[in-house]
């Protein structure tokens, strides 16, 4: 009779067996009102120091983790497009 264990935690990623196959996290969807706030503070400002990031996630009801990343993502996209024209 085998019972399952359940997942191992391993750098931040659910890890679904000892083969390293990884279960990830699902695609955060974020709501019009947080994008209207990350894209209002990005406007402001590039980057976050992390007080900032701190009150701005407990502000949207967001991780720290979700406002870095978005905000990495954003910045990317951005420097694309200034690449680009």
Same mark, same amino acid.
């Given at each position: 009779q085998?019972?399952?264990k ?7 990623e659910?890890? *679904? ?6 279960? =990830?996290?699902?695609? +955060?969807? !974020?709501?019009s *009102?947080?994008l209207?706030?990350?894209?209002? =503070?990005f406007?402001? +400002?590039? !980057?976050?120091?992390l007080p900032?990031?701190?009150?701005l ?7 720290q983790?979700?406002v ?5 993502n ?12």
């Open positions: 085998e019972h399952e359940p997942p191992a935690i391993a750098n931040g659910l890890r *679904l067996n000892g083969k390293g196959k990884k279960l =990830r996290k699902p695609r +955060t969807i !974020y709501s *009102l947080q209207q706030a990350l894209n209002q =503070r406007q402001q +400002t590039q !980057y976050l120091a900032e990031r701190a009150e996630a407990a502000q949207l009801g967001l991780t983790t979700q870095k990343i978005w905000f990495q954003k910045r990317s996209k951005y420097k694309k497009i200034m690449k680009q024209g």
